[in-house]
Antibody
Framework: QLHLQESGPGVVKPSETLSLTCSVSGGSIATASHYWGWIRQPPGKGLEWIASSYYSGSTYYNSSIQSRVTISVDTSKNLFSLRLTSVAAADTGIYYC????????????????????WGQGALVTVSS | ETVLTQSPGTLSLSPGESATLSCWASQSVANNYLAWYQQKPGQTPRLVIFDASIRATGIPDRFSGSGSGTDFTLTISRLEPEDFGVYYCHKYGSTPGTFGQGTKVEIK
């Protein structure tokens, strides 16, 4: 059974860089049928997709924070990571890693699908 | 960017009743690429429905999804105590994928 586990600092100072890692077990990250993504949830609010990546390195970002975000995959360690620079209080929330289906659209080729497996989430607080 | 609007904000129902949750998209969702997730307090979201009407693995048949274009519905018949929580719709396919603001289904 697939298991995803986030890890990272619980507190980050304003203007610094947040780094999170998602370790994947029970399955290979180098799969042709899925992408790997990050979603966040501010306290008491809804969900926001941040970024997704294919194991070979193709990346996709939400344009609202694209300038500050980097997603990467390490197939040798079966994990993927998120880096968010210049954090502010608005970046506080729970960060989830998730497996995302890879759809094959006849017109556009491979596209991002739904999230079929989620990690437990990592609470990140931006505070000095 | 496609904006998803969910209605109502909160549904107060008793076990055994049926729940009807709506999700409206600001533009047509291609190929009905719409999913529903359930999130209980303090827990991670769980996939319930994908491609507008296909139940995810392990989801009981009292959950059903319908709709196309810009109007989608999640119906939960015969509510069980474990069905209460917040439900989010999610549009995928084109980037960025977006989520609705959620509908809370609470025990009356």
């Amino acid at each position: 059974q697939l298991h995803l586990q986030e890890s990272g600092p619980g507190v980050v100072k304003p203007s610094e860089t947040l780094s999170l890692t998602c370790s994947v077990s029970g399955g290979s990250i180098a799969t042709a049928s899925h992408y790997w993504g990050w979603i966040r949830q501010p306290p008491g609010k809804g969900l926001e997709w941040i970024a997704s990546s294919y194991y070979s390195g193709s990346t996709y970002y939400n344009s609202s924070i694209q300038s500050r975000v980097t997603i990467s995959v390490d197939t040798s360690k079966n994990l993927f990571s998120l880096r968010l620079t210049s954090v502010a209080a608005a970046d506080t929330g729970i960060y989830y890693c998730a497996r995302q289906t890879r759809l094959r659209d006849p017109q556009f080729g491979p596209i991002l699908g739904h999230f079929d497996s989620w990690g437990q989430g990592a609470l990140v607080t931006v505070s000095s | 960017e496609t904006v998803l609007t969910q209605s109502p904000g909160t549904l107060s129902l008793s076990p055994g009743e049926s729940a009807t949750l709506s999700c409206w998209a600001s533009q047509s969702v291609a190929n009905n690429y719409l999913a529903w997730y359930q999130q209980k307090p303090g827990q991670t979201p769980r996939l319930v429905i994908f491609d507008a009407s296909i139940r995810a693995t392990g989801i009981p048949d009292r959950f059903s999804g319908s709709g196309s274009g810009t109007d989608f519905t999640l119906t939960i018949s015969r509510l069980e105590p474990e069905d209460f929580g917040v439900y989010y719709c999610h549009k995928y396919g084109s980037t960025p994928g977006t989520f609705g603001q959620g509908t809370k289904v609470e025990i009356k």
